[in-house]
T-cell receptor, first 113, second 114 residues
Framework: GAGVSQSPSNKVTEKGKDVELRCDPI?????LYWYRQSLGQGLEFLIY????????KSGLPSDRFSAERTGGSVSTLTIQRTQQEDSAVYLC???????????FGSGTRLTVV | KQEVTQIPAALSVPEGENLVLNCSFT??????LQWFRQDPGKGLTSLLL?????REQTSGRLNASLDKSSGRSTLYIAASQPGDSATYLC?????????????FGKGTMLLVSP
């Protein structure tokens, strides 16, 4: 597609429920990143996929968070047993090898009540 | 661990003013530096990308400079307009294979008044 597409754009969920966030990267981009932006905070790296390599999961805050990327394209970020501190905007970005930069999606605003 | 700081956190200027946003980083071993714009409720839009070997990049009314040795970058906006109102984020990418995770600052929230 023309850009990075994320769905849903907004998600309200009850504490303890599981949620799935989806990212459709730009066609042909081999790298895909998930970041989290909490209120008043900078962007926090979560996970990075590159081609068929094992993902870099070093930014995932707990084992309740997981992500997969199927067929080297679409990615799903799953948060199990959501907590109120998980409330944030979850941003996905895709890119190719440097010197090219990243293209971000519009994000999913997650609210845990 | 790389840390990125942006000053000021917020800035309010009248339309037409030239302004400078500042970004500093603690580890000069960077591959590139990227400036983004974020509108409320939106994702990030890339404005300028500077490779570590470059000193500056220009796009329209925007000019970004990079001084890697001192760990600083500035984003200069000329003749500001109300449409420039947004949060501006600076991010650095570490040395490596070229695929890298960016470290972001917390941003400068800019308001340009008509």
């Amino acid at each position: 597609g023309a850009g990075v597409s994320q769905s849903p754009s907004n998600k309200v969920t009850e504490k303890g429920k599981d949620v799935e966030l989806r990212c459709d990267p730009i066609s042909g981009h081999t790298a895909l990143y998930w970041y989290r932006q909490s209120l008043g905070q900078g962007l926090e790296f979560l996970i990075y996929f590159q081609g068929n390599s094992a993902p870099d999961k070093s930014g995932l805050p707990s084992d309740r968070f997981s992500a997969e990327r199927t067929g080297g394209s679409v990615s799903t970020l799953t948060i199990q047993r959501t907590q109120q501190e998980d409330s944030a905007v979850y941003l996905c970005a895709s890119g190719n090898r440097a010197p090219y930069g990243y293209t971000f999606g519009s994000g999913t605003r997650l609210t845990v009540v | 661990k790389q840390e990125v700081t942006q000053i000021p956190a917020a800035l309010s200027v009248p339309e037409g003013e030239n302004l400078v946003l500042n970004c500093s980083f603690t580890d000069s071993a960077i591959y590139n530096l990227q400036w983004f714009r974020q509108d409320p409720g939106k994702g990030l839009t890339s404005l300028l990308l500077i490779q570590s070997s470059q000193r500056e990049q220009t796009s329209g009314r925007l000019n970004a400079s990079l001084d890697k040795s001192s760990g600083r970058s500035t984003l200069y906006i000329a003749a500001s307009q109300p449409g420039d109102s947004a949060t501006y984020l600076c991010a650095v990418g570490p040395l490596g294979s070229g695929y890298s995770t960016l470290t972001f600052g917390k941003g400068t929230m800019l308001l340009v008044s008509p």
